[in-house]
């Protein structure tokens, strides 16, 4: 970067020569500087100390009496070089030139050239300079600079927001430098001031700066085009940082607009590579912090883009409530309220919706109101906005649901109570649910395509059937058509579809969730060692006296009784302790039959004359199959028993041996065989018959069982998340009473130490003329107790010479014309005492105030004054 001096102005006409501009012709920026008539002098040390060849041009809008003779411009062309001119209809600006605003005229601009506008507010209600702000921010965008100098009231604080959201630069005078304080001050407690210093020293900083903001050669910045590694390791590093510190991810956000925000960072502390800023980063944490704010920095206003709003209170809103004939009570969400004025204007639209209707049936509206910047939340909680949201707001708007305080506006109580504000992080934090209107304005330019994929389809969980998405102008709702059906396309609104999510993948966000690993159901069975022993063999002492195996419905051994080696053998291999695995050839077979056939039944199966191979030989054995569904700890379990069976004496072969030979009785053994097997083939086949059929119903249940099981999971998964997100409109509804709670407990502070410190003596009395509240003062004319709040005045004994106070209060109440009366007490005390009635901030009569001011000394006095001058006396 070449080496470059500037020299402060001695006061003379000659000025230093700054080194030649390094923009390209045509992209020049343009300075617009807010001042009101006392801010000359700085205007004119400011332009004093600008060089005459910097590059720039600069728009001087000022607060001027519409009757005054303009002899601005000759002013300032005394401390400058650079050419000074009125500005004129379809004047196009140029770099190094001065344009002056002409008295009672707006200014505005568009592609470089300056417009003449009749003043659209009445006198004394103009705001000249957030006006040029606005436009000169939607028409140069990052080359947009502006300037707030001395000044009264709150002009310019806007206009310089919006200049700082196009990425443009701001600047504001010290406080303590201006003549008057009031602008700078509204700038800087808006947090929209980039650099704050005396005007003498803001045309050093505001040229060194951009030359770190726009260098020339190479671009080096992360404003390039091609982001090197390096680059985008050092953008990576800053995003770690911002989460280390504020919790919140920008890693997924616009790149264009975080480097464009973290490029004015540096610009401001003069770093030229982003590697620089991000040691300085590190070694300075509150940097973190303004970097946030900075990113965070949104333009909000009143009814922004009316056509939206226009639509919204024709259209929209009479079709939403049509659908409720009987009344309801409607939820909105706005996401991204910044400062609260979105909000408020959609509580607004609904009242005026309301009472245009006259609908029979009774409606309500709850919006929740979220945003990232807890500061923003603040200022929205407490619902005060200066007098400039007179250019956004109309007359009847405001003397309908705004109140006047000091110079500027409070919303109503009636809108106020409305909304509910929390700070929400619409990626991490829970959504709410069963929505009718979500409103999401200017919030989604800022987030990269991977984070829209995640809200759009988060949007159409969130809203109910026919729910209204509200979008900002500049957008869309992109690939997600099949979500949402467009209803205005100008407007921006789009009303849900009933498509469900199966083709999107809705990533439900939460945040400190912890997710059950556990299973919700075990089916193994529950595993009995206390008594098990005891029990079985109580069993078995009463019903059976062979062996006994005690099994599960699956056929797992739980508990063996008697010797059982002749009936089970384990199998080879792994172990398996399972009666179907170790039952012996013959058992097998008819226990896999016998078992369920019993468990389903419940009733007691026998097994007559089985044959089962034992060790080289044949056993004949009867089997029972027992279940059990007492105790308690053995239900759902089977007993199976053995019993073997003597086998019968063969016959001695007489007859047969004497008449017959071999070969017949080998015949008969073989007939008698093959009958057996006959009757063990049919049998065999009606149990696959039967198992076959009972497998097929086991299927059926099986699937039906399965469809159930993933419904009820689908459901558990919903009612998981619309419990979480019930979670967490409840701790916002948490947040919001406590602030309010807070908010009360220092007015309560604030109004006793106020009270006690006048030392009057003040009662409230309500309508009924009972006691409401009174000071500590009080007593002393009053037997006033804590115990007496709610009594009736006139039932309290008092030291006042006044039996006529509580008519006199009842009067006041009912006329509005307020008392003054100076009572005697019985001990000759004096008191001024002023009766008035009690106004509510809506301007509601709400009881009566009595003050009693001591005034025994003045009566005494008086009394002197009126001896020393009676006549006859010395």
């Known amino acids: 970067m070449p080496n470059k001096t500037i020299k402060k102005s001695t006061g003379d006409s000659k000025k230093p020569v700054a080194a030649p501009s390094r923009r390209s012709p045509g992209t020049f920026p343009i300075v617009a500087i807010g001042a009101s008539a006392g801010g000359l002098e700085a205007l004119e ?49 140029k770099p190094d030139c001065v344009y002056v605003i002409p008295p009672n005229t707006e200014l505005s601009i568009l592609r470089g050239c300056l417009y003449l506008l009749e003043p659209s507010a009445p006198r004394g209600l103009r705001l000249p300079i957030d006006s040029f702000f606005h436009a000169l921010a939607d028409d140069r965008r990052e080359q947009a600079i502006g300037i707030v100098l001395s000044g009264m009231g709150s002009d310019g604080t806007l206009g310089l927001a919006a200049i700082k959201e196009q990425g443009g ?21 808006a947090g929209v001031a980039d650099i704050v210093a005396a005007p003498e020293d803001m045309a050093p900083r ?79 944490p509150q940097e973190v912090d303004l970097l946030f704010k900075e990113l965070l920095i949104g333009v909000t206003s009143f009814f922004r883009d009316p056509a939206t709003w226009d639509y919204l209170q024709a259209a929209v809103l009479p079709e939403l409530l049509a659908t409720y004939p009987d009344g309801a009570a409607l939820r909105a969400w ?9 909000a408020y204007s959609l509580a607004i639209a609904f009242r005026e919706t309301l009472a245009r209707l006259e609908l029979p049936a009774r409606y309500s509206l709850q919006v929740f109101a979220t945003d990232l910047d807890a500061d923003a939340i603040e200022k929205a909680r407490r619902g005060v906005y200066p007098a400039t949201i007179a250019n956004d707001v109309s007359v009847e708007r405001l003397k309908r649901f705004f109140v006047t305080e000091g110079a500027g506006y409070r919303v109503s109580k009636e809108i ?75 407007a921006r609104l789009f009303r849900r579809s009933d498509n469900l999510l199966r083709a999107r993948s809705l990533e439900f966000p939460t945040r400190d969730f912890v997710s059950l690993s556990a299973p919700i159901m075990d089916n193994r069975p529950e595993l009995v060692t206390a008594n098990l022993q005891n029990l079985a063999n109580d069993l078995l002492l009463q019903n059976f006296a062979p062996a006994a195996i005690l099994v599960t419905a699956s056929g797992d051994l ?61 056993q004949v054995v009867d089997l029972t199959v027992q279940p059990i569904t ?54 065999l086949r009606e149990e696959m018959q039967s198992s076959q059929e009972e497998l097929k119903s086991a299927n059926e249940e099986l699937q039906s069982t399965n469809e159930e099981l993933q419904s009820a999971n689908e459901e558990l998964t919903t009612s998981k998340e619309e419990m979480q997100s019930l979670n967490e409109e409840l701790q916002t509804v948490n947040v919001e009473l406590q602030s309010k709670v807070d908010e009360l407990s220092s007015t309560n502070n604030d109004m006793k130490n106020l009270l006690n410190s006048t030392d009057i003596a003040t009662i409230f009395l309500d309508n009924a003329l009972h006691v409401r509240r009174f000071t500590t003062q009080s007593t002393r004319l009053f037997k006033l107790i804590p115990g007496d709040v709610g009594r009736s005045l006139s039932d309290i004994v008092t030291d006042l010479d006044y039996p006529e106070l509580p008519a006199t209060a009842e009067e006041v109440l009912r006329t509005l014309v307020y008392s003054d009366r100076e009572v005697v007490t019985r001990d000759g005390r004096w008191f001024q005492v002023k009766i008035m009635p009690y106004r509510t901030l809506e301007n509601v009569i709400d009881g009566v105030v009595i003050t009693f001011n001591d005034i025994s000394r003045a009566k005494q006095l008086e009394l002197e004054l009126r001896r020393i001058g009676r006549p006859g006396k010395d």
């Open 334 to 342: 706005v996401a991204g309220c910044s400062t609260g004025e979105e």
């Open 558 to 618: 739980v508990y063996i009784s008697g010797r059982t080696g002749k009936y089970l053998e384990p199998p080879a291999g792994k172990v398996n302790w399972n009666i179907h695995a170790m039952a012996r050839e013959g058992l097998r077979q008819e226990i896999s039959l016998a078992l369920p056939k019993a468990l389903r039944s419940g009733e007691t199966i026998i097994c007559r004359n089985l044959s089962i191979g034992t060790n080289g030989s044949t």
């Open 45 to 93: 040390q400011f332009l004093k100390h600008v060089p005459p060849s910097s590059g720039m041009a600069f728009v001087v809008v000022q607060h001027l009496d519409p009757d005054r003779i303009d002899m601005l411009s000759e002013l300032l062309q005394r401390v400058t070089l650079m050419p000074v001119r009125p500005a004129r209809n379809r004047l196009r600006v």
């Open 630 to 683: 007492e105790p308690a700890v053995l239900s759902g379990m089977a007993m199976l028993v053995f019993a073997d069976v003597a086998t019968p004496p063969a016959k001695a072969a007489t007859a047969v041996g004497k008449r017959g030979s071999k070969k017949g009785v080998r015949e008969a053994e073989l007939e008698q065989s093959l009958i057996q097997v006959h009757e063990e083939m049919q049998t």
């Open 169 to 189: 630069l701001t600047l504001v005078q010290q406080p303590a430098t201006a003549k008057f304080d009031s602008m700078p001050k509204h700038a800087i407690a």
């Open 206 to 284: 505001l040229i060194e700066t951009l030359h770190h903001l726009r260098p020339s050669g190479p671009v080096t910045t992360p404003a390039s085009e091609v982001e090197t590694a390096d680059q985008k390791s050092a953008f990576d590093k800053v995003c770690i940082l911002l989460r280390a510190r504020t919790r919140h991810d920008f890693s997924l956000y616009k790149k264009t607009t975080v480097y464009r925000r973290v490029e004015r960072r540096m610009a401001i502390h003069q770093l030229d590579r982003i590697a620089d800023y991000v040691r300085y980063l590190r070694e300075n």
């Open 416 to 490: 106020r109570e409305m909304v509910v504000f929390a700070p929400h992080d619409l990626i991490i934090d829970p959504p709410f649910t069963k929505l009718d209107i979500l409103s999401c304005r200017n919030l989604l330019i800022y987030l990269g395509p991977e984070l829209q994929k995640r809200v759009f389809p988060l949007f159409h969980y969130s809203l109910k059937p026919g729910g209204v998405l509200v979008l900002g102008s500049a957008e869309s709702i992109g690939s997600f058509s099949d979500l949402f059906v467009p209803l205005e396309a100008k």
